[in-house]
């Protein structure tokens, strides 16, 4: 089935020059890529991206985490799509715990826990095609993806934005 997956690569993993690791590790998925941009994650997204977490003792940690407040603040936001595209790419980055990975996994290989408890596990990518469909419509606009794998109405906008001079 053809389907489609967020990845990010996290701002532990930006820090850690690994970009290049991660996406060699990712194509032998021989997935697409179908949209990529680099953010800076403002606490808004950060909190609508981990909603499901916001109970949890360690939530504050994550969001910080996520927004780079512990490395580098950015964040490397990828949509892989294809066939089988969330399990292929989820057993390529591992177990969300870097100590429960495959240590030939992405996650493995690269992350760590820290002395806090927080995961600096280098990547997200989504659980489920449901996780999916939330996780890219919060991360990414129609127009930045390069096929419409969701469906989109054209409307129109009046809005403030920055234009190169």
Same mark, same amino acid.
């Given at each position: 089935?053809?389907?489609?997956? /967020?990845?990010?690569?996290?701002?532990?993993? &930006?820090?850690?020059?690994?970009? *290049?690791? @991660?996406? =060699?590790?990712?194509?032998?998925?021989?997935?697409?890529?179908?949209? %990529? #941009? +680099? +953010?800076?994650?403002?606490?808004? &997204?950060?909190?609508?991206?981990?909603?499901? &977490?916001?109970?949890?003792?360690?939530?504050?940690?994550?969001?910080?985490?996520?927004?780079?407040?512990?490395?580098? #603040?950015? @964040?490397?936001? /990828?949509?892989?799509?294809?066939?089988?595209?969330?399990?292929?790419?989820?057993?390529?980055?591992? %177990? $969300?715990?870097?100590?429960?990975?495959?240590?030939?996994?992405?996650?493995?290989?690269? *992350?760590?826990?820290?002395?806090?408890? @927080?995961?600096?596990?280098? $990547?997200?990518?989504? %659980?489920?095609?449901?996780?999916?469909?939330?996780?890219?419509? &919060?991360?990414?606009?129609?127009?930045?993806?390069?096929?419409?794998?969701?469906? +989109? =109405?054209? @409307?129109?906008? $009046?809005?403030?934005?920055?234009?190169?001079?």
């Amino acid at each position: 089935m053809l389907e489609q997956t /967020l990845v990010l690569i996290k701002p532990d993993g &930006l820090k850690k020059s690994l970009t *290049g690791n @991660v996406l =060699t590790r990712l194509s032998e998925t021989k997935l697409d890529i179908v949209g %990529a #941009k +680099v +953010v800076k994650v403002s606490r808004e &997204l950060a909190e609508k991206h981990y909603c499901q &977490l916001k109970d949890q003792p360690f939530f504050e940690d994550l969001i910080r985490y996520i927004m780079g407040e512990y490395h580098k #603040k950015k @964040v490397m936001a /990828l949509i892989y799509w294809g066939e089988s595209a969330i399990k292929k790419v989820r057993d390529i980055c591992g %177990a $969300t715990n870097p100590e429960e990975a495959d240590a030939v996994s992405i996650r493995g290989a690269y *992350g760590r826990i820290t002395t806090a408890g @927080v995961y600096e596990n280098v $990547t997200h990518a989504s %659980a489920n095609a449901g996780d999916a469909e939330r996780e890219i419509k &919060l991360w990414f606009e129609p127009d930045e993806i390069l096929i419409d794998i969701y469906p +989109v =109405t054209e @409307v129109m906008e $009046t809005t403030k934005k920055r234009r190169w001079v």
